[in-house]
């Protein structure tokens, strides 16, 4: 395990209070999502709370290049932050990131700064300006339309989930029957290859999925307080999911199948995945299109 991990393991089970250089330090995670692979990312970073939005500061210890995730948010700005609460357990929520213009960043670096001394160290290593973010939490408070268009744009990204999984059983067909998943013929090697990376490709989307939905519901649960049972239920599934996800990521980066029966083994462990997902999807379909009419 990296020192990332141990952190972000650490902060979790601690609602946000770490050890080591970080003791003490007002820590957030921030989840984007990766530029090139579209796959989440989690990165512990130091905030500072300014009104309703939390600032942070693309340090990265002063080196010469932007942190990824400043560079991953510059793609996407939708994020996912998790942060210590008073009730004692680590909350998630969906932020947007704004880069600080010219003279707000100026003026809250220097604030920064003035509060932590480490991060003029920070700024002196390096001749890159470092960027300071702001990530505005996601209210549903001021227009409940605001509210039915978010929850139809979670929803409607099922339905690529949907065509995704599709394509991955189509894969599936083509490998063990040694042919193609289209009219063209291809090697059944390709082929197998080809169901690596949709399958893949399906995992670390509907990782991040999940990851920004945990986010959204925190915003939809204080919005509308009846939804809480349906969103700890959904919650709780999402782990489930990911433990699941997990073990086939593990199945399928341990190396492709040697023959039709290991293979149609891991078809299987595949379809046990999907059918657990089309009951989570219809379930969340069925709640949130309820609540928010």
């Given amino acids: 395990m990296g020192f990332n991990d141990q952190v972000i393991t650490e902060f979790r089970a601690n609602n946000g209070r770490v050890g080591g250089p ?9 989840t984007t999502a990766g530029r090139r692979t579209g796959r989440p990312h989690t990165t512990p970073t130091v905030y500072r709370r300014d009104g309703d939005r939390l600032l942070v500061f693309g340090s990265n210890a002063g080196a010469p290049t932007h942190p990824h995730w400043y560079l ?3 793609a996407s700005p939708q994020v996912t932050v998790e942060i210590g609460t008073e009730a004692g357990r680590v909350q998630p929520f969906a932020a947007r990131a704004e880069p600080l213009g010219d003279a707000e960043r100026d003026r809250e670096w220097a604030t920064q700064c003035s509060l932590d001394p480490g991060f003029r160290d920070y ?12 990530l505005h939490p996601l209210d549903l408070s001021g227009d409940p339309e605001r509210g039915r268009l978010i929850a139809r744009q979670l929803l409607s ?5 949907r065509d995704q ?6 894969e599936f067909e083509a490998a063990l029957a040694g042919g193609p998943a289209a009219a063209e013929p291809r090697p059944a090697r390709p082929v197998i290859e080809q169901l690596h990376r949709t399958c893949l490709t399906f995992c670390h989307g509907l990782q991040l999925h999940h990851t920004r939905e945990d986010g959204a519901f925190t915003a939809f649960e204080r919005q509308y307080p009846a939804l809480r049972p349906a969103l700890d239920r959904l919650r709780a599934e999402h782990e489930v999911v990911a433990r699941s996800l997990a073990a086939l990521d593990a199945l399928l980066s341990a190396g492709l ?3 039709r029966g290991e293979l149609a083994a891991l078809r299987a462990e595949f379809e046990r995945v999907a059918a657990g997902l089309e009951e989570h999807f219809a379930y969340e379909e069925e709640q949130l299109l309820a609540a928010v009419g």
């Avoid at 700024?123 to 702001?134: E, N, S, Y």
């Avoid at 990204?157 to 989930?161: A, R």
Wanted: charged letters at 20%; hydrophobic letters at 45%.
């Fill in 22 to 30: 970080f003791e003490g330090t007002d820590l957030v995670l921030l």
């Fill in 123 to 134: 700024q002196a290593r390096t001749t890159r300006t470092i960027p300071v973010v702001a």
């Fill in 157 to 161: 990204l099922h339905d690529g989930m």
């Fill in 257 to 259: 199948p040697g023959d």
């Fill in 72 to 74: 991953n948010l510059l």
């Fill in 165 to 170: 999984l599709r394509a991955a059983r189509a």
